[in-house]
């Protein structure tokens, strides 16, 4: 095949282990250590160039010649970046390499013994910049040939040279010459790609990829085989350029040359793959960190967006819409409608959503019923719907597919709802979970976030004032639930708000109202019966409603039918009875999570005092009793004690000359019983995380001993 490279092909691209391995190592003993970190690029920007203009480069009848046009300015800035970027020392040793292959090639040597001479010769370079090297001394070569072969029809110099180096001129010469460097074009090409792989491997941010991780270490454990089989390759190719320019027409390129090359362009994008792979993984990981890095930040100005000055140091500004931030919640594409109408029935476009105040229903699939149908409850009563608009984000793990069955729950629980929805759960950004997970604090329980007109967060969890005032206290701002606060004072409205209609209408017709909880079903009807027959006596208009227990068990189930089905007094509707015991009790744990969050204290707040008096009275096994008539007229205790006063009616009914005077009259009675205290226990609610570093009794007055419980999440 004229004076060329030998292959040692068969010994070393289908060696066995044991060759590989030691192929390795010798590839290892040329490395020593980098006198530098080089940059690579400029170099690699040239040889980019270099082939990208050869490649434009057409032979033609005529000896035309169609070349990129360039305008000066690029024509300034193309050599400006060259001339500067370019190390005169790399450039002396591109030169001294361009020498080597040349003499190699025409000396006939063996090429494994070639490469690792050429390895040796670069040894105090990083991996990257053997390759680059190698790679501009071939391309040296290659932007020669071209040039002198494109150029001798309107230059006399490169026509004097091409005669010179005997390049032929006859179409039947080009054509053949043409076939024959078309088997350098494809392996330049696999070069290229690779070595840009190798550069991409080394400007991986160590902001996002820890060098040292095992999957880093695993791929640059690569690189060097890589580079050896890339100079391998350019071997093979580079006799063909030298034996063109010496023999021109006359050099045939033998069918195991061909094969030498095919072959190694085969390995080398083989032995490359692992590399491509990953190195998109890396890239993958790398662009979601970004990502998760642009929603945190992001929505962290959201939540602080009166911090101006914290805004300045980020690459954005909240915009004058809510669109930016829906969108990074949601993926959607262009054209998608990614939003469920739970009314309408219909899909629609994120953009139904611009500008409006938008409260996120976060929670997985295990939505509580009774929070749902509450939630619905308000939404469909209040009066100011058009103000805002409530979006479900249902959360499930994207590690894994959902399974036929939790479809369906989705699809159960998207159809019960008569807002909107995401319209799969796919659609909502992991990376947005893992905020709502790591900042919102979600974990399981559902939350209620809400978003101005802007996108900016104003309240991550608006369910307790949602659970307290309904849709009075939009927008659902701390600010508007200090005020609600400072407004309330209390009383039934505040007890009860609108759980009942019932209960409102017997407000507004001045009735005395009675609330009763407990599970003990002897003293339920003892209790019922003998304040009704008071009540009728007295010609009180009484109005008695169950509300049961916080923890409804069977007990208390038990207790509700016995109560309905003996008429002893009123019950909340029984389609949804439940979800109103449970509205009934959350609103008072909710009432006390939010005055604890605004710094009051049971020393010192009323309604605090009286929330607690009720949370206690729940834990008890006792029954208990709260009356009312009017606004402010109120009265509570527990079981014994309003038996104890009850059976003694006859000592103070004459006190009771008007229906208005009952509430006063019991209260005054219940406050002169003194039976025996007992001990009692009382788990908060803490769902916000505050515990009172001091509660007192309200019984006795005493200070309660403190003890903190942990459950598992799962109970």
């Known amino acids: ?17 044991k060759q590989i391995i030691g192929l390795k190592k010798q590839i290892l003993a040329t490395h020593a250590s980098a006198l530098e970190d080089l940059d690579m690029k400029p170099i690699l920007s040239i040889i980019d160039d270099i082939l990208l203009r050869a490649k434009s480069l057409e032979i033609m009848d005529g000896d035309q010649v169609s070349v990129h046009s360039e305008s000066s300015e690029e024509k300034s800035f193309q050599s400006a970046y060259h001339y500067t970027d370019m190390d005169k020392r790399l450039a002396n040793t591109i030169n001294k390499i361009t020498t080597e292959i040349i003499c190699k090639c025409s000396a006939g040597g063996e090429a494994h013994s070639v490469t690792i001479a050429l390895l040796e010769t670069l040894s105090n370079y990083g991996w990257d910049a053997k390759a680059v090297i190698t790679f501009a001394a071939f391309s ?82 690569h690189i060097p085989m890589t580079v050896y089989w890339i100079i391998r390759s350019i071997l093979a190719c580079a006799p063909i350029l030298v034996n063109l320019d010496a023999s021109g027409h006359e050099f045939i390129t033998s069918s195991t040359e061909s094969l030498e090359i095919s072959s190694l362009a085969k390995k080398l994008s083989h032995i490359s793959q692992p590399l491509q792979d990953q190195l998109k993984k890396l890239n993958d990981s790398i662009d979601g960190q970004k990502e998760e890095k642009y929603i945190i930040e992001y929505l962290t100005i959201a939540s602080t967006s009166e911090d101006k000055e914290e805004e300045k140091h980020f690459e954005f500004h909240i915009d004058k819409d809510n669109m930016k931030i829906l969108k990074m919640i949601i993926c959607a594409g262009e054209k998608q409608m990614p939003i469920f109408d739970g009314t309408r029935r219909i899909n629609d476009r994120l953009e139904i959503l611009r500008m409006k105040y938008v409260l996120l229903l976060v929670s997985d699939l295990d939505l509580p019923h009774e ?139 001045g009735k005395t109202i009675c609330l009763y909880g407990g599970e003990d079903i002897d003293w339920i009807w003892r209790f019922t019966t003998t304040v009704q027959n008071i009540a009728n006596t007295l010609r009180v208009p009484l109005e008695i409603i169950y509300v049961g227990k916080s923890n409804p068990n069977d007990k208390v189930k038990r207790c ?51 929330i607690f008096t009720m949370l206690m009275y729940d834990r008890s096994e006792q029954g208990w009793a709260v009356f009312s008539r009017g606004i402010f007229d109120m009265t509570k205790g527990k079981g014994d004690i309003l038996l104890t006063v009850l059976d003694n009616f006859r000592q ?31 788990i908060l609610p803490g769902q916000t995380g505050y515990i009172p570093e001091r509660v007192v009794c309200s019984e006795c007055g005493r200070t309660m001993d403190k003890y903190v419980m942990y459950r598992c999440c799962t109970d």
């Open 560 to 610: 509700h039918e016995i109560i309905d089905r003996e008429k002893l007094s009123h019950i909340f509707p029984l389609k949804d009875y439940y979800d109103y015991v449970w509205y009934f009790w959350v609103r008072l744990a909710s009432m006390w999570n939010s005055k604890i969050q605004h710094g009051m204290t049971v020393e010192t707040d009323k309604i605090m005092q009286e």
């Open 371 to 509: 929070e749902l149908n509450i939630l619905s409850l308000i939404y469909n009563q209040q009066s100011m719907r058009y103000e805002y608009k409530v979006l479900w984000l249902p959360i499930v793990d994207h590690a894994t597919s959902m399974s036929p069955t939790q479809e369906r729950q989705f699809l159960d629980l998207r159809s019960s709802m008569p807002w909107y929805s995401v319209d799969h759960p796919s659609l909502v950004n992991p990376r947005a979970i893992t905020y709502a997970r790591e900042s919102w604090n979600f974990n399981h329980m559902p939350i209620l976030v809400v978003l101005d007109p802007q996108g900016i967060v104003m309240n991550v969890n608006a369910l307790p004032i949602m659970w307290i005032w309904g849709s009075v206290a939009f927008p659902f701002t701390k600010e508007r639930e200090l005020g609600l606060w400072r407004g309330s004072a209390w009383d039934i409205e505040l007890l009860v708000d609108s759980i009942d209609p019932r209960i409102q209408e017997w407000i507004k017709d």
């Open 652 to 682: 103070w009914q004459e006190k009771v000359d008007h229906p208005d005077k009952f509430v006063p009259v019991l209260d005054a009675e219940i406050s002169g019983v003194h039976l025996e205290h007992h001990c009692i226990h009382l």
């Open 1 to 17: 095949m004229g004076a060329a490279l030998s292959s040692c092909r068969g010994h070393l691209m289908k060696g066995d282990g």
């Open 140 to 221: 040296i070569s290659y932007g020669e040939f071209w040039l002198v072969k494109n150029l001798r029809a309107k230059n006399q110099l490169a026509k004097d040279i091409a005669a010179l180096k005997y390049i032929p001129e006859t179409m039947e010469h080009k054509e053949e010459m043409k076939k024959k460097f078309q088997a350098v074009v494809n392996p330049s090409s696999a070069v290229l790609t690779v070595i840009h792989i190798i550069i991409k491997f080394k400007e991986l941010s160590t902001k996002y990829v820890n060098r040292d991780s095992p999957e880093m270490v695993t791929a640059t454990a």
